[in-house]
């Protein structure tokens, strides 16, 4: 690839393969606008706030999501990739390991799981910065993360992705499963948030 990742050199080859593919009868415009409207109406991070709750309420299924992910969310009907399927890979916060999830060559994650990826993740500021100065990150999210706890930075791929099982709130153990997604966040399945 040639490292040239911004989104207008992106929208001009897939205009270019919608065009090519169009000239040769293989498939209209229509089809394709068609195509790529249902495969982001399933692309919600209520999906990834879904798989978060059960694996705070359900100790097996969490067992299975850490091992391996791609099988735990397909337990949900779920699945971790687009067109071609991806691992999936879920790093669990913890007391000691905060995490945060990047793809510093462009702006690879689950979208299935967390919806369309804002902004600020495919800006070339973050994807650089998080790597070097995660707390600072953090803090401009509005983050603070006691200085004895590590963070961990996972960096996405076209192969493997990744998202973060945030630490369940305490207070929460009377919440139902519906209940507790509604307090996850796309910034906390990414890690620029608590939850």
Request: proline share 5%; net charge negative.
């Amino acid at each position: 690839m040639s490292g040239d990742h911004d989104d207008a050199a992106i929208s001009r080859q897939v205009r270019a393969l919608e065009s090519l593919l169009e000239a040769k009868g293989i498939v209209g415009g229509e089809t394709v606008d068609e195509v790529i409207d249902g495969f982001l109406a399933g692309a919600s991070p209520v999906n990834g706030a879904k798989v978060v709750a059960r694996a705070w309420t359900d100790p097996a299924f969490k067992e299975r999501l850490m091992a391996d992910g791609s099988a735990a969310v397909a337990e949900l009907g779920f699945s971790s990739g687009g067109v071609q399927p991806q691992r999936l890979r879920v790093a669990e916060n913890t007391e000691d390991v905060h995490n945060m999830i990047v793809c510093t060559l462009c702006s690879c994650y689950p979208l299935r799981l967390l919806g369309p990826s804002p902004g600020w993740y495919k800006s070339e500021a973050y994807r650089s910065r998080v790597v070097r100065e995660p707390r600072a990150v953090l803090g401009e999210f509005g983050v603070t993360v006691p200085a004895d706890v590590k963070i961990t930075v996972w960096d996405s791929s076209a192969e493997t992705r990744y998202m973060v099982l945030p630490r369940r709130p305490v207070g929460t153990e009377g919440l139902s499963e519906l209940e507790l997604a509604s307090l996850v966040t796309r910034n906390g399945l990414i890690g620029t948030a608590l939850v």
